[in-house]
């Protein structure tokens, strides 16, 4: 069985899997996307961080399609996006979000939310996508969790159980955006050792988080951004030790 890990690490390490050239939204009055130029190969994890209310959002979201743009493009895996339909839907298969916010189907068990969209949207069988499910959760760690419902679980564990089911969707592409903002303390690095671990079975990766821990650990590439421009782009090592704008300096002087 192929599964998504194992298809990221082998078709052409390099090659772009995201790109978004010259992108431009505006919100009214508001140019919330600015010329936003970004590249995401396949197999890199690229970490989005800025201030508050900057845009990384709504750049995430363009790239699922949830926001529509105003100008240029962005492809995933070479293809333009689909405006709508079932091209839409199969796009949106492929591009897995996590959100802060755990967004569970409350009254459908675990093992309920992870099989709901491959079997369809997918077209997996049930026992196919049963036995997906079963896997996923306990490589995430909540495999004994599977007949209970979201509420039973605790923050940590219910941000687990929705990255494997953006996982049982196979994406090509994982957005997270501030995964792990809404978890007490003690649950941040549960969710962040799963995405540690996806990170090195070579899954492609989008992370806006504030936790700088995970961007010098696992990132190849930090991308700061501020009012809607991503401002620098540079190895966390570089982007940390020597940050070029004084944005960036302004913002890690904050929360360093
Ligand atoms: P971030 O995720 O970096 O905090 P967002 O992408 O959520 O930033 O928001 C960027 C800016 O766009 C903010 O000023 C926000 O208030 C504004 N914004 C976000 N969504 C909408 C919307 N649906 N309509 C109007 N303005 C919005
Ligand atoms: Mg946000």
Known sequence: ??????????????????????????????HVLADINLTVDQGEVVVVIGPSGSGKSTLCRTINRLETIDAG?????????????????????????????????????????????????RRHSKADAEARAHELLDRVGVGEQATKYPAQLSGGQQQRVAIARALAMEPKVMLFDEPTSALDPEMISEVLEVMVDLAGRGMTMIVVTHEMGFARTAANRVAFMADGRIVETASPEEFFTNPQSDRAKDFLGKIL
């Open 73 to 121: 493009e962005i492809r995933v895996d070479g293809a333009p996006l689909p405006a709508e339909g079932k091209a839409l839907a199969r796009h949106r298969a492929d591009v897995g979000m996590v959100f802060q916010s755990f967004n569970l189907f409350a009254h459908k068990t675990i093992l309920e939310n992870v099989t709901l969209g491959p079997v369809k949207v």
């Open 1 to 30: 069985m192929t599964t998504p890990d194992d298809a990221a690490v082998r078709s052409g390490a390099g090659s772009p899997l995201v790109e978004m050239i010259d992108v431009q939204k505006w919100y009214g009055e508001l």
